[in-house]
């Protein structure tokens, strides 16, 4: 059986990319030229690569207060 693909908002596919199938890329999502994205790409992340791996968030999930990635799900919230 062959698992449904999923493009959230904002997804960006460049150039020469692959998305394979069952592959899910989050909200404003890039995957940079010739990369092949393999596994599931978080919201906000850029990733490149082949196979493709997140590289960098983008900067204006920095500047949301309530993003949490998922790197950070295990840490508590910065109080300011």
């Not at 059986?1 to 596919?13: A, C, F, N, Q």
């Not at 989050?26 to 919201?43: F, H, K, M, Q, W």
């Amino acid at each position: 059986t062959v698992s449904e693909t999923r493009l959230d908002d904002g997804v960006l596919v460049t150039s020469h990319s692959t998305v394979l199938a069952g592959v899910h890329m989050g909200r404003e999502a890039l995957l940079g030229s010739a990369a092949v994205a393999t596994r599931d790409i978080p919201p906000y992340h850029v990733a490149a690569g082949v196979p493709a791996v997140p590289v960098r968030i983008k900067a204006k999930a920095r500047r949301d207060p309530d993003y949490r990635g998922p790197y950070e799900l295990d840490r508590p919230r910065r109080r300011d």
